[in-house]
């Protein structure tokens, strides 16, 4: 791996990993602005993969569970924004508050992964951010996805 992908996958892991909102961070004057988008603290795509290569958060699919099964970012998790409540224990059990999450669902234009975050920053998680993207994204680049 080259100097500068390493780079931007361990600034990515460090903002995903402080809890802290990127804008807010220190580091974000280091990080390269494809890590976040403006002051929403939501990955791009880049920044997601980054994330995914290094292993250093759970992915989380918004989407029914349909969906998920049909199709999704490879070794992510169910949790459904319809069945959050029910499926909600589960996922406690296999993911620590303290864990980074990155949550992401269809496309940008699908608003169950924002939602699903926020539950889940209610619930106790810290480090929570959204993949805007989605799947539709995900795919499109050609990045690893099962089902």
Not at 23 to 35: F, K, R, V
Not at 62 to 88: C, N, T, V
Not at 92 to 99: D, L, W
Request: charge should be positive; proline fraction near 5%.
């Amino acid at each position: 791996m080259s100097e500068k992908p390493l780079r931007i996958a361990l600034i990515a892991a460090a903002l995903l990993i402080s809890g802290v909102s990127p804008a807010l961070s220190p580091l974000h004057a280091a990080a390269p602005s494809a890590l976040a988008k403006e002051e929403s603290g939501e990955l791009t795509l880049s920044a997601a993969k980054a994330i995914f290569d290094t292993h250093s958060a759970c992915f989380v699919d918004a989407r029914s569970e349909y969906a998920y099964y049909k199709l999704h970012i490879k070794g992510a998790l169910s949790l459904s924004d319809s069945r959050f409540d029910e499926q909600f224990p589960d996922f406690r059990n296999k993911q620590a508050v303290n864990s980074p999450v990155i949550v992401y669902c269809a496309n940008a234009s699908c608003g169950k992964a924002r939602h699903v975050a926020k539950m889940l920053i209610k619930k106790g998680y810290r480090s929570v951010r959204v993949f805007s993207g989605g799947l539709v994204e995900w795919v499109n680049a050609g990045f690893p996805v099962e089902g």
